[in-house]
């Protein structure tokens, strides 16, 4: 399996994961099961929405939209508005900025959450110093952050860059600490893994990230506590909600490394991490970002492929990314990813923190470590 396996893997399993949740988002797993059966929604075909996909895949396709168009904090903002004018609007406009905002199907507006939509109207500002506050929605750690993020791990960044830059722009809406470094933790293992390295090393990898990090402690427990209960056994919904319900990121995160871990396969993965009391779109979202990474597009449901909406254009920014991070030929990307000439012009950003800023703790417990602020 080659890397463009995985990363259109990576892409259109978010997608399938999406679509399979969002029939069922807001309904308990006793509704679900009363309705679909004990094994809860099995196929995408008996979801009754025909594929639909939510604001996860929409944001991010967005997410790659703004690798694409610069990379910047400032160009993933102005990406997420873009992302955001499709929320407001019935259909792209006359004259709609760059290819991906022309797609008509994303505009659907199919319950964003209040952080991202909130975030995204705010004027860009400058990400904090990782371990402190971000400036926008300052207590937020929704699982917008980190639904969002996959596409950072799949640019060719590598696993400490993917992480920073993920955390930086999850800082564009959600202020949180554990929202913003959750998804950097994502980001990464999506780095690691659509480069090839097995899932428990890529996780082990991945905790020594994020115990780097000065109040990365939620999002680790998280992930240990999904290692944990995928070693107990097969997995199962009671399995999934003693993980967490994955309406804040760090559960997200979880329920979707348990499903990966509990699961043989991609398709039985996705099962599971719909069908739980929690927000199923989004850890179905993630967990198909993170198998689709793991077992390549030939790996995913061929017939759930052919059903989901936006399938063309999901695996088109996948092969661009691909092209723009390993040196393929880019001839075609400027005329889908055009950079803004206001953007274009400006001076070189400012450099993000090089190093954390750690805050005083008078409990001396602080578990941030100076040797590994790369990342
Ligand atoms: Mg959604």
Known sequence: MDFTDRVRGALLGGALGDALGWPIEFQRLDQIRARFGPDGLTDLADAGLGGQVTDDTQMTLFTAEGLLRGGRPEDLHAAYRRWFLTQRLPEPGRDPDGWLAAQDFLYASRAPGNACTTGVATDYRPAAPFGQDGPVNPGSKGCGTVMRSAPFGLFGLGPQEAFRQAAVAAQLTHGHPTGYLAAGAFAALVARVAAGTPLRAALDAVLAQVDAQYLGQETGDALRRAVRIADEGPGSAEGVERVGLGWIAEECLAVAVYAALAAPDARTALVLSVNHSGDSDSTGAVCGNLVGALHGLSGLPADWCALVEGRDVVLQVADDLVTASTHGDRSALA?????????????????????????????????????????
Not at 343 to 349: E, G, L, T, V
Not at 354 to 366: I, L, M, N, Y
Request: glycine letters at 4%; zero cysteines.
């Open 335 to 375: 005329a889908r990813y055009p950079q803004a000439a206001v953007a274009a012009a400006a001076p070189a950003p400012a450099a993000p923190p090089a190093t954390v800023v750690v805050p005083a703790d008078p409990s001396g417990r602080t578990r941030f470590r100076q040797r590994d602020t790369g990342v």
